[in-house]
Nanobody, 123 residues
Framework: QLQLVESGGGLVQPGGSLRLSCAAS????????IGWFRQAPGNERKEVSC????????NYADSVKGRFTISGDSAKNTVYLQMNSLKPEDTAVYYC????????????????WGQGTLVTVSS
């Protein structure tokens, strides 16, 4: 069974930065597209970024372009989401997934979800 564990969430002031980590066990991240999603209270879960298994294609939601950066470390079997210039509207539970939403990468399904990590942007 694929397992993903997110970490790195927390409370940060507007304009601050956080780096989220998504560590995989029982499978190799390089073999999957990896997506970062977020879900704010009362809202549906939406994708914010996707990196394809080849690493050759990266996509971002318009709302985070220029502020968020997705990257991977094969040696650590971990994908990161660097979040800069955070805004209150970035407050959400962030999830990583083995797979991306349709049209975001090459995957056709999401095979696993992490448990989520809460990011709160507030002064």
């Amino acid at each position: 069974q694929l397992q993903l564990v997110e970490s790195g969430g927390g409370l940060v002031q507007p304009g601050g930065s956080l780096r989220l980590s998504c560590a995989a066990s029982r499978f190799t991240l390089d073999h999957y597209d990896i997506g970062w999603f977020r879900q704010a209270p009362g809202n549906e879960r939406k994708e914010v970024s996707c990196i394809t298994r080849s690493g050759g294609n990266i996509n971002y939601a318009d709302s985070v372009k220029g502020r968020f950066t997705i990257s991977g470390d094969s040696a650590k079997n971990t994908v990161y989401l660097q979040m800069n210039s955070l805004k209150p509207e970035d407050t959400a539970v962030y999830y990583c997934a083995a797979g991306c939403a349709p049209g975001w990468g090459d995957s056709v399904a999401i095979d696993a979800w992490g448990q989520g990590t809460l990011v709160t942007v507030s002064s």
